[in-house]
């Protein structure tokens, strides 16, 4: 079996979202800290559900409101707090 699937968004992304971040979230801070410590040059979006500020960036309240395509997503999300759980996470 062969794929052709381009594998350079996952691990050469443009841009990453950090779904469900929160100033009370310490998982959030330390992704968005090793991404711009590591030197990570393109966008990150910071997905709240409440938008405003989060870590002291500009903060997006869905991923909707992206302003540009998202290539790697990090979900940082309760289970209680996502509406439809993939069945591959929960088994």
């Known amino acids: 079996m062969s794929s052709s699937a381009d594998l350079g968004p996952l691990f050469a992304p443009r ?3 950090l779904i469900g ?3 009370k979230s310490p998982f959030s801070w330390s992704t968005l800290t090793n991404l711009v410590d590591n030197g990570f040059k ?3 979006y910071l997905v709240n559900g409440r938008g405003g500020e989060v870590h002291g960036r500009p903060a997006i309240a869905s991923i ?3 302003d540009g ?3 790697l ?3 940082m999300l309760l289970k209680l707090q996502f509406p439809v759980w993939p069945t ?3 088994g």
Do not use: L, M, N, Q
């Open 42 to 44: 393109g966008k990150i």
């Open 21 to 23: 971040a929160t100033d």
């Open 15 to 17: 841009s990453v979202a």
């Open 88 to 90: 591959f996470i929960t």
């Open 69 to 71: 395509p998202v290539d």
């Open 73 to 75: 997503a990090f979900i």
């Open 64 to 66: 909707a409101d992206a």
